[in-house]
């Protein structure tokens, strides 16, 4: 039983085009985070949802849009996809007020 | 402002123990945390340390906090080969449903026998 399940894994597309990852948590967490893990490794946080509403936006392209249906659930959706996009895309879940964050096993993004 | 660091590379000999240090800058934070991802894998949390402690101990790691000087360490005995990865440090940075976790650079640890 995957915890916080992201898909696809893996995910090679052209520039321009127009692709969403998409990430579930079934432990009852009311708080999801996407980060994003550059080529050197550096995790950086892009967006975090609680309770379906945005409430951290880290200087993100907008062309970057999250979606959260529920609380169980937080896609991103990317458009017209630039190099500088391929990276390592991390989902992860928390419920407020407790320490552990969990995290997805990432997806690997190659835009060519 | 809020920021995470720490040296980015390590070797140590199977069996020694490894030392990672880190330094932290918010020092609001209320947690600590040592979070490990094996190649090609996702992020594995290790252990965490609350602010109101100097030390905790989880078998074969120790994580020592010194608050004063904002920093974090973590100790591994007995290191093994499968101990090679990379190990994050994080601080708990924000407020209430605004805290998110703020990563320093990773610590890359070989283990060589």
């Known amino acids: 039983d995957t915890a916080v399940s992201q898909t696809p894994k893996y995910l090679v597309t052209q520039m321009g085009n127009d692709k969403s990852i998409k990430c579930e948590q079934n432990l009852g967490h009311d708080t999801m985070y996407w980060y994003k893990q550059d080529s050197k490794k550096f995790l950086k946080i892009m967006f975090s949802y609680n309770n379906k509403e945005l409430i951290i936006n880290e200087t993100v392209p907008n062309r970057f849009s999250p979606k959260s249906p529920d609380k169980a659930h937080l896609n991103l959706h990317i458009n017209s996809l630039e190099l500088g996009d391929s990276a390592v895309y991390f989902c992860?879940?928390?419920?407020?007020?407790?320490?552990?964050?969990?995290f997805g096993q990432g997806t690997r993004l190659t835009v060519v | 402002g809020e920021d995470v660091e720490q040296s980015l590379f390590l070797s140590v000999r199977e069996g020694d123990s490894s030392v990672i240090n880190c330094t932290y800058t918010?020092?609001?934070?209320?947690?600590l945390y040592w979070y490990k991802q094996e190649p090609g894998a996702g992020l594995q949390l290790l252990t965490y340390i609350f602010s109101n402690m100097d030390m905790k101990q989880d078998q074969r790691l120790t994580v020592l906090l010194n608050k004063k000087d904002k920093h974090l360490s973590l100790r591994i005995a007995d290191t093994q080969t499968g101990d090679s990865a990379i190990y994050f440090c994080a601080e708990m940075g924000g407020s209430g449903g605004y805290n998110k976790l703020i990563f320093g650079a990773g610590t890359r640890l070989a283990v060589h026998p």
């Open positions: 918010d020092s609001s934070s209320t947690y």
């Open positions: 992860a879940s928390r419920l407020g007020g407790l320490t552990e964050a969990f």
